[in-house]
């Protein structure tokens, strides 16, 4: 009776996890495809230009380093929605972002600097000009 009883626990146990994978792998799929679909929104959206393209410069005080901290506020103005390009150079502590004044703004930029790590760096002498 007990081999008849784990026989049939196995059996039932196979047919659960060949049902499971199944649905495991469709629900891998659908979740790569709305991955691969916001990818391209964001993509699209972050390309397109809807305004006129402005540059924004400043100094950034609290600085201390070029890796750990210019690095890091440039790839955080960098992944901003509508900026193109953004340089952060340590040695002269200045920041230079072009980018779409439909998307951004010299306030959205000075905020985004400001937030960095609990606000130890401070944007000074801002300058916004067209292209």
Request: charged share 25%; aromatic share 4%; with cysteine.
């Amino acid at each position: 009776m007990k081999i008849v009883k784990l026989g049939l626990v196995a059996l039932v146990g196979g047919i659960f996890l060949v049902g499971c994978k199944g649905e495991t792998k469709q629900a891998d799929e659908q979740a790569k495809e709305q991955v691969e679909a916001v990818e391209q929104v964001s993509t699209t959206e972050s390309n397109e230009v809807a305004g006129a393209m402005e540059q924004a410069t400043f100094q950034v005080e609290g600085m201390t380093c070029a890796l750990g901290c210019a690095k890091m506020i440039e790839g955080k103005l960098a992944g901003l929605p509508g900026v193109k390009e953004a340089v952060v150079d340590f040695d002269t502590k200045t920041a230079k972002v072009i980018f779409d004044d439909a998307k951004q703004n010299g306030e959205s930029i000075t905020n985004t600097v400001q937030k960095i790590a609990n606000g130890i760096y401070k944007v000074e002498n801002l300058e916004v000009k067209n292209l």
